[in-house]
């Protein structure tokens, strides 16, 4: 199964892609970011995530996508800026075809490395134990926590069922 993780954001969208059959076996596929360009309008940048997502789908071709749901403390603005990235990414997933798990920050972090308030460093370490490569982006990294988060809980899912 291939998992597609997207950590949202309007400046930098965090990607990382996982391919697992089997639970705790995860084989890397591929890291990095979409940016947008802080001097353009935000149709733009929301127009230029959109176009980059629908080629990364075209690409790679995931069977499950992952994105974070938002949590701000302090900043309105940004987080109103976040969840328009984030519907256009929702939204240019579903008209794909593909199906979404959206797990909370605390949720993520908690599955992932056993803490739910971890940080960035310890989220980056425990990909790297867990893929067996650094990534040195923020955004990647948590991007592929999500996806390791996904192919966890999609293989609870339905064992469950069965």
Request: aromatic residues 4%; negative net charge; glycine residues 8%.
């Amino acid at each position: 199964m291939r998992v597609l993780g997207i950590d949202p954001g309007l400046a930098t969208v965090g990607i990382g892609i996982i391919d697992s059959d089997n639970p705790g076996e995860y084989e890397l596929i591929d890291w990095f970011t979409i940016e947008t360009k802080k001097g353009l309008s935000l149709p733009s940048r929301l127009l230029e995530i959109q176009s980059d997502l629908c080629e990364v789908i075209k690409k790679y071709k995931p069977d499950l996508a992952v994105v974070e749901k938002l949590y701000f403390e302090v900043n309105r603005k940004t987080a109103i800026d976040v969840a328009q990235a984030r519907g256009v990414i929702i939204v240019s997933l579903e008209s794909a075809g593909i199906p979404i798990i959206e797990p909370a920050p605390l949720e993520l972090k908690s599955t992932v490395t056993g803490d739910g308030h971890a940080d960035k460093k310890q989220m980056q370490d425990m990909i790297e134990i867990t893929l067996g490569e650094k990534c040195t982006s923020d955004d990647a990294a948590d991007a592929l926590g999500l996806a390791i988060y996904g192919s966890l809980m999609h293989k609870t899912e339905f064992s469950s069922i069965s």
